[in-house]
């Protein structure tokens, strides 16, 4: 709470270097005013934040216990506490940070990373992107490129090595009040954005018996670099309540319809029927997680098909909210 203090006073006299007289002091009171209302905002909140962690509020260390190519893309770490102590549970769908030193830079930076497993007591499992034509021995696309930790991660980082990670966080998770209840949920991801909802559906599978129906919908640009493709499709097979519905915008040859995709193409919801995505029960939560145009054409898609706003949920892999 006493960064606000200089944060406030420093950007109140930013303000009055370039306003200059125009800053009157009636306007200067204003904005210290305002000022002073948002910090108050943001410190309640953060408190409450830091009273859930229940004393877990800096950065912890954790080593790598396994590493686990997922596709061609997505690589899944296994972290757990080097302290041993049991891992506090969290909502399905949230994220850690996770800090990791950097050489080249002097300095360590940190990422968040959706978790996508099921909370367990002795690790957290993040699943990571590798994207492509980033060198992560070059120190220069640190600042500007968003997925320069993420190669650092999938070329440097390997079983036994540690990293510092937070306490989970973030709004985006399955409804608590829905955990247990037989309301229709339908997960639709693209890429990467399938890892929290994975999160989703581990934890509803493990959950006996299996009422609940739920729809995991995902694209993928190959069949190749889909994560947890086999993993989905077995849930699928061995719970009838469960559906999942692939596709894939570029398939190759020995792909197989009906096996490695569904639908040839982007995820497009018009080639689903209402049963499909149970429409008809009023209650069908919607859960969407991947680039932004992807969750806005989702949203539209659903919005048109009689689903209220209240029953779409979103997360975006950025800051604020998802732009329309």
């Not at 800053?23 to 009273?51: F, N, V």
């Not at 693209?190 to 018996?209: D, H, K, Y």
Request: a negative charge.
């Amino acid at each position: 709470p006493d960064h606000y203090k200089i944060v406030g006073k420093y950007l109140l006299e930013a303000m009055g270097e370039v306003l200059g007289a125009a800053l009157t002091p009636e306007i200067l009171d204003a904005w210290a005013t305002a000022y002073w209302q948002l910090a108050d905002l943001m410190i309640g909140r953060e408190k409450q934040l830091y009273e859930q962690s229940e004393g877990w509020t800096d950065w912890r260390e954790f080593k790598i216990a396994n590493k686990v190519k997922e596709s061609e893309e997505i690589t899944s770490f296994y972290l757990a506490p080097v302290d041993g102590k049991p891992l506090p549970t969290f909502q399905p769908g949230q994220y850690i940070s996770v800090q990791a030193n950097v050489p080249a830079l002097g300095y360590p930076q940190a990422r968040q990373y959706s978790l996508s497993d099921q909370p367990k007591p002795d690790y957290y499992r993040i699943s990571v992107k590798k994207e492509t034509g980033i060198n992560s021995a070059d120190p220069a696309p640190a600042v500007t490129n968003p997925g320069y930790i993420s190669n650092l991660l999938h070329d440097t980082f390997n079983i036994g090595d540690t990293l510092q990670v937070s306490h989970p966080y973030g709004d985006f998770f399955l409804s608590p009040s829905k955990s247990d209840s037989t309301t229709p949920i339908v997960l639709i991801s693209a890429g990467v954005g399938l890892t929290p909802l994975t999160s989703m559906v581990n934890t509803l599978t493990s959950q006996a018996p299996q009422a609940r129906k739920l729809h995991f919908i995902h694209g993928a640009r190959t069949s190749a670099g889909r994560a947890f493709k086999d993993h989905i499709s077995r849930l699928s097979e061995l719970s009838s309540p469960i559906q999942a519905t692939f596709f894939t915008s570029h398939p190759v040859e020995g792909d197989k319809e009906g096996v490695d995709y569904h639908h040839v193409g982007r995820v497009d919801l018009t080639k689903l029927n209402d049963k499909d995505l149970y429409l008809e029960d009023a209650e069908t939560e919607y859960y969407i997680c991947g680039p932004e145009k992807f969750m806005t054409d989702v949203e539209s898609s659903l919005k048109a098909r009689g689903v209220a706003a209240d029953r779409i949920k979103m997360e975006l892999f950025g800051t604020g909210g998802v732009p329309h």
